[in-house]
Nanobody, 122 residues
Framework: VQLQASGGGLVQAGGSLRLSCAAS????????MGWFRQAPGKEREFVAR????????YILNHVKGRFTISRDDAKNTVYLQMDSLKLEDTAVYYC????????????????WGQGTLVTVSS
């Protein structure tokens, strides 16, 4: 299973970016996909995930209202729309996938994609 993330870059505070993560691999099927991030000097933290079964989503509290997660099942792709970006959103963003509903519910992902760097400047 491969998760290919893209869309990172340099953006000014208040701006927007949309991250994409395309999943591929033999008979890939997942219960959901999501995003984590790791800021310099900090631990990796969960950002958002979306269920494959009903589209229900979970978002980190302090990005609610600014970040939106969505998916395109036909493309096996998940998106993270990030608006009103702040300096503290600067991080490497990692795509993740969950193999079962149980693991999705526990937020225990099985797969990682490579990171994509988001840098928010003042």
């Amino acid at each position: 299973v491969q998760l290919q993330a893209s869309g990172g870059g340099l953006v000014q505070a208040g701006g927007s970016l949309r991250l994409s993560c395309a999943a591929s691999g033999r008979t890939f099927s997942s219960a959901g996909m999501g995003w984590f991030r790791q800021a310099p000097g900090k631990e990796r933290e969960f950002v958002a995930r979306i269920s494959a079964s009903d589209g229900s989503g979970y978002i980190l509290n302090h990005v609610k209202g600014r970040f939106t997660i969505s998916r395109d099942d036909a493309k096996n792709t998940v998106y993270l729309q990030m608006d009103s970006l702040k300096l503290e959103d600067t991080a490497v963003y990692y795509c993740a996938a969950y193999s079962t509903q149980e693991r999705f519910d526990r937020n225990e992902n099985d797969y990682w994609g490579q990171g994509t760097l988001v840098t928010v400047s003042s």
